[in-house]
């Protein structure tokens, strides 16, 4: 492992950021202004595309960097978007093709968003993947501080 890698693990990185999917107005996040987000390093809680960055990067540094879909938030698994009739949803004959609902994992009590992607008149396909799955990002990252 290497020496800043060792030295920096556990350590919070306080960042902004902006960045997504390139061209994808969509798809992008936007933390570049206001209080500076907390990152554990090394608790792989961002992408390991940006947490790499940071390991390398020093205090007050700005960057933009290319994230591959595999250090980004993974492949597209396509059997994680099935369709399941509205009937047995909460508010299932509401939803529409975009929204987000939450969802909480029976087997590790995890909590996210998950999307519809597409929806009929008796049913909707909800994606679980991240809706950045199977996409290569780019983001702008500054590391204002190092605790």
């Known amino acids: 492992m290497d020496e800043k890698v060792k030295d920096r693990m556990g ?5 902004r950021y902006k960045g997504g999917v390139p061209g994808d107005d969509e798809l992008f996040e936007d933390h570049s202004t206001g209080n500076p987000v907390p990152v554990t390093l090394g608790a792989h809680r961002v992408p390991k595309g940006i947490e790499n960055a940071l390991f390398d990067m020093e205090v007050g540094e700005q960057r933009v960097i290319q994230i591959p879909s595999e250090l980004g938030f993974g492949v597209y698994i ?4 099935q369709w399941y009739p509205r009937t047995l949803i909460p508010h299932g004959y509401e939803m529409k093709v975009g929204e987000f609902l939450p969802y909480t994992d029976p087997q ?5 968003l998950v999307r519809v ?6 049913g909707v396909k909800i994606d679980f993947n ?8 780019e983001y702008w990252i500054e590391l204002v501080d190092l605790k």
């Open 78 to 81: 396509e059997k994680d978007a």
């Open 130 to 137: 991240h809706p950045f799955a199977g996409k290569d990002l």
């Open 108 to 112: 590790n009590g995890l909590k996210k």
């Open 11 to 15: 350590r919070v990185a306080y960042i």
């Open 117 to 122: 992607i597409a929806a009929t008149e008796d």
